[in-house]
């Protein structure tokens, strides 16, 4: 079974970057298909992004395009999240997740995978 680790984390003021890393264990994740959903207090989930496990292909939720960049290192068997130009209204709790399927779902469903991890906290202030 996989097992995903979140971090990267922290407090950060508004127009300021992070770099999220998810790490596997018990499976390699170049195979898979890898989201980043996020969640704030009070609010729904929110998919962000998603890295295809074949080709490498990159989504994003249109409200982050040009401001946030997935990549994934195989030989790390880790995924990343690299945020720029932050805003108060990305506070919230990061998770990595995957469905063990080698291509994105739509966006709709990226808050549906059903193995993700205890998430990193990202905390934007004004």
């Known amino acids: 079974q996989v097992q995903l680790v979140e971090s990267g984390g922290g407090l950060v003021q508004s127009g300021g970057s992070l770099r999220l890393s998810c790490a596997a264990s018990?499976?390699?994740?170049?195979?898979?298909?890898i989201v980043w959903f996020r969640q704030a207090p009070g609010k729904e989930r929110e998919g962000v992004s998603c890295i295809s496990g074949s080709d490498g292909r990159t989504y994003y939720a249109d409200s982050l395009k040009g401001r946030f960049t997935i990549s994934r290192d195989n030989a790390k068997n880790t995924v990343f999240l690299q945020m720029n130009s932050l805003k108060p209204e990305d506070t919230a709790v990061y998770h990595c997740?995957?469905?063990?399927?080698?291509?994105?779902?739509?966006?709709?469903?990226?808050?549906?995978?059903?193995?993700w991890g205890q998430g990193t906290q990202v905390t934007v202030s004004s």
């Open positions: 018990g499976s390699t994740l170049d195979y898979y298909a």
């Open positions: 997740a995957t469905a063990l399927l080698r291509y994105c779902r739509p966006a709709t469903a990226w808050t549906t995978y059903p193995y």
